[in-house]
């Protein structure tokens, strides 16, 4: 048996055609452009790939997107008052301070200073408070992509045993409380396993449903999977570069071996990946929606 693949990259493909459709009528029909505002400091060559990718995406869909590139040495309190600026800027929809922050930057501090209806990360806590509860709110795009290929791969969670490896507040945390709730319809039985696990393979045996977050490559092995489950790899771990210089990117599951006891899988690249992307874009819409009521 060979598993399914759910690509990530033909999902974010139909979610962009269909954001296109609702940015031209926005435009049209409103006078509304959704905004979004980058923020980058320092110069960490991994997120300077990140962040252009994010303002090429805008591009393509008719987003207005406005890039701030600041300093390395930049202070906490000039960042902090760019970050004022645009909460104060009708122009500007959605607002992303990439992370890593240099460590003089309290990150925290920064991200909790965005104000949450134009928070298109979801890292806010107002925005965490409101998907626990299960309230409208803008969700973090990783754990949002994850859900929209489920749905639109057509997995099904209702009563599933999800089993999700990795605890982190922008991952593991978020799409565990996602997949509990009731309200978005998910309504799986979910389990977090993480460093002080004690027998990480005997949870992911069970699970219908894995969802790898821990940065490690391969970690995931084929007899750590109960076969016909769907696997979604979450891992972009750089395991080399070509000799062009290009990172070379492998996921946290032995993709190879994993697949063919796997009912599906997401590759890594062509996965998740794209997924965050797409719904950045999506939050951005939403947000320009909630700020013209
Ligand atoms: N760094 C790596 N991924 C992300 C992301 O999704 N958002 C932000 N703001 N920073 C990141």
Redesign the pocket.
């Known amino acids: 048996m060979t598993a399914r693949i759910i690509s990530g990259t033909e999902i974010a493909q139909k979610i962009r055609e269909e954001l296109k459709e609702e940015i031209d009528l926005l435009k049209s029909r409103h006078g509304i452009t959704p905004g979004l505002a980058t923020v980058i400091v320092g110069d960490d060559p991994a ?1 300077q790939t ?1 962040v252009s990718s994010k303002i090429k995406s805008c591009q393509a869909l008719g987003i207005f997107s406005t890039n701030y590139p600041l300093h390395e040495s930049t202070s906490e309190k000039e960042l902090l008052y760019l970050v004022k600026t645009l909460n104060d800027d009708p122009t500007i929809n959605g607002i ?4 890593p922050l240099p460590k003089h930057i309290n990150e925290n501090k920064v991200l909790t200073a965005i104000h949450p209806d134009k928070d298109v ?1 979801g890292f806010h806590p107002v925005n965490i408070g409101r998907m626990v509860i299960g309230e409208q709110g803008l969700l973090p ?2 754990p949002a992509g994850i859900q929209q290929m489920l749905m639109r791969s057509h997995v099904e969670t209702n009563g599933a045993e999800v089993v999700i490896v990795g605890r982190s507040n ?1 991952v593991g945390k978020p799409i565990a409380n996602m997949l509990m709730q009731k309200a978005g319809g998910a309504n799986a039985t979910v389990t977090v396993c993480h460093s002080a696990t004690r027998d990480i393979a005997s949870h992911t045996r069970r699970a219908d449903i894995l969802i790898s977050a821990i940065g490690k490559p391969r970690f995931i092995t084929a007899d750590m999977v109960k076969p016909g489950a769907t696997v979604i790899d979450v891992g972009t771990n750089e395991i080399g570069k070509t000799p062009a210089g290009k990172r070379i990117l492998c996921g946290d599951v032995d993709f190879d071996n994993v697949k063919t006891v796997a009912g599906a899988i997401t590759p890594v690249p062509g996965g998740v990946g794209p997924m ?1 992307i797409v719904i950045l874009m999506a939050n951005t819409v939403k947000a320009a929606k909630l700020a013209h009521g």
């Open positions: 997120s990140y992303l301070v990439q992370v990360d795009c990783t922008i965050t």
